[in-house]
Each structure stands twice: as structure tokens, then as C-alpha cells.
């Protein structure tokens, strides 16, 4: 009976240790910040997705047209963004159905300035009646539009010293720090967020998960991400002391460990990629300098190509 009872107790023990092991393992992966001496508060600013629209397609004359009659397709490419310059801008008329193109089927703009527009202009003849067989047609014109831009995310991840969070309980108060995560312009955003965490404590780890998403109303290039140009800035964490412990797969560290981006393409699903998960070392305590939390800014930027598409029906009416 007494070897029962020892063995017992000491398995009672050991189910303690574990339990107390796992309990400060689970330490190890941030803070959650509905613990009482913390109140995060999140500043989110997100910029238009359709930097790039297509407006006021039109024909002149307008339709219907008659057989044999050469006409104008136009259209209008307006900047909605208020600060960024549109480059390499590529039209194409890919699709001009029965029509017969009689100038070029693809022009190019190089850029186009913020808030700035461009009339398009495509040159076209209808079909002779006897094409028609002499009958009313409304065919469909097909025409895309592609360009170039980079999307930028900046994001604020908060070191809190854990003395710091101690005094402020005692006191009966709770800091306040903000978390500004600013979504920039572009239809291929880059959302950002600390995982089952507002905050990470100071020389603890914590995992920050990026999604990238299509919010626009066109189309990712071949619905991926290409190598190299996906980039996750983590300079001023690495600089105050901090560390980048594990990137995902398909990711390297670039010419500096700062600085993470990827080898291989980042597939979109329905628009969303898989989560992107980067496990990152807070600085220590003494590194803080004595401060009770830090403010460290993460910036990542994404480099595309996006295509938009347009489309009108033109009536070929005969003439009685």
C-alpha cells in the first residue's frame, strides 16, 4: 500500500511539472492584451483598391452603325489615386469580334500622373451587309487593360516590459499604445496581424501572419505573386534588438536578415493567398532602454502586374 501511495504522489508531481512547463511554454508566443494593465488601440486607415478604371466606353458614330462604315471605339483610363503615379500602362484589344481593325490594336501609356486620364482611341470598320446577310448583329468588343504598381502595407508591432504592465495593475490603470496599421492603395493589399496577440512581451516571441488579397475588380497577372517580388521589411525591430526567428516556406532572407522576401511564387486562391507566417524575438527588456513599451514599424511591399477588362456591344444595323 505505501509503494501504491508513493507511486501516486509522484505521478501527481510529475503532472504538475508538465502542466508547469507547458503553461511557460505558452508564454514563449506573445501576450494577450485583454490581460487587465493593457488596452491596445488600433488606428486601421485602408486606400481605394481601383486605382485604375475604365470609363465612358462609347463609339463615335455611336451605334447602331451602318455596314461598311468606319468608326471610333473610345474609352477613357482615369488615376483615382491621389498620390501615386500609374506605370507602364498596356491597352489591347484583343477581341474585335466581325469588326476589322484598320489603325493598331494596342497602344501604350508610360505613366499616368495622380488623378490624371486618358482617352483611348481605337479605329474600326464594320462588316459589309453582305457579311450580316443584310440582317441586324450586335457583336461584343473585348479589350484589356494592363499596368504596373506596388502595394504597401506599414505596421506597428508593441513591445511591452511586463514590470511595466505589473505597475500599471497595482496602480489600478493600463497602458494605451496604438497599433497603426496602414493598408495602401492599389486593387493587391497586404493584411497584416500578430496572431492570438495585441502585443508581444519584451525578449518574448510572437508570430505575425500576412495575407495577401485581391480586392480589386480585375485580375492578379496570372493569379500569382512572383519570386522576389514580395518584400517584408523588419529593420527597425532587427535594429532595436529584436530578430526574425522563422520565415515561411518559399521565403529567404534577402542581401540583409532584415529583410524577407520571396523565392518562389505566392499563389492566390479565390483571390486570397495562404497565410504567411514570420515568428519574430521582441527585444529584451534591457534593449527597450528602460522604456515601458516600443513602437517597432514593419513595412511590406508588394510589386505586380494587374489587368483590368472592358467590353461593349456595337449594333450593325442595315440601312433600309
Do not use: W
Not at 510529475?14 to 503553461?23: E, H, M, P
Not at 508581444?200 to 493569379?223: P, Q, V
Not at 514570420?278 to 514599424?297: C, H, I, Q, R
Amino acid at each position: 500500500m505505501n509503494i501504491g501511495k508513493s507511486s501516486a504522489i509522484l505521478l501527481i508531481l510529475l503532472i504538475v511539472l508538465l502542466v508547469s512547463g507547458c503553461v511557460e511554454d505558452f508564454g514563449d508566443f506573445g501576450f494577450n492584451s485583454d490581460f487587465e494593465g493593457v488596452q491596445t488601440q488600433e488606428n486601421i486607415e485602408e486606400e481605394t483598391a481601383d486605382i485604375l478604371v475604365i470609363q465612358d466606353i462609347t463609339t463615335i458614330p455611336k451605334s447602331p452603325i451602318p455596314p461598311g462604315q468606319d468608326f471610333e471605339l473610345m474609352f477613357t483610363i482615369k488615376n483615382l489615386d491621389e498620390h501615386k503615379t500609374v506605370k507602364n500602362i498596356e491597352i489591347n484589344l484583343f477581341d474585335p469580334s466581325i469588326f476589322t481593325v484598320t489603325g493598331s490594336d494596342k497602344e501604350t501609356i508610360t505613366s499616368l500622373l495622380p488623378l490624371g486620364q486618358k482617352i483611348i482611341t481605337f479605329s474600326l470598320k464594320t462588316p459589309s451587309a453582305e457579311d450580316i446577310a443584310n440582317v441586324k448583329v450586335t457583336p461584343t468588343v473585348s479589350f484589356n487593360v494592363k499596368y504596373d504598381f506596388t502595394g504597401t502595407t506599414t505596421y506597428d508591432v508593441v513591445v511591452v516590459d511586463m514590470k511595466e504592465i505589473e505597475k500599471q495593475q497595482k496602480a489600478g490603470k493600463k497602458i494605451t499604445p496604438t497599433i497603426n496599421k496602414i493598408i495602401g492603395s492599389g486593387p493587391i493589399k497586404i493584411y497584416p496581424e500578430l496572431i492570438g496577440t495585441d502585443i508581444i512581451l519584451a525578449g518574448r516571441t510572437g508570430s505575425i501572419k500576412f495575407l495577401i488579397k485581391n480586392e480589386g475588380r480585375g485580375d492578379l497577372e496570372e493569379n500569382k505573386v512572383a519570386p522576389n517580388k514580395l518584400t517584408i521589411n523588419f529593420e527597425r525591430l532587427v535594429d532595436g534588438g529584436g530578430d526574425v526567428t522563422e520565415v515561411p516556406d518559399g521565403f529567404d532572407e534577402g542581401t540583409k536578415s532584415n529583410t524577407k522576401s520571396n523565392n518562389k511564387e505566392i499563389e492566390l486562391y479565390q483571390g486570397e493567398s495562404s497565410p504567411l507566417i514570420f515568428k519574430v524575438k521582441a527585444p529584451s527588456k534591457s534593449e527597450l532602454g528602460g522604456a515601458p513599451y516600443k513602437t517597432f514599424n514593419i513595412k511590406a511591399d508588394v510589386n505586380y502586374t494587374y489587368e483590368l477588362r472592358g467590353e461593349m456591344d456595337i449594333t450593325v444595323e442595315p440601312i433600309e
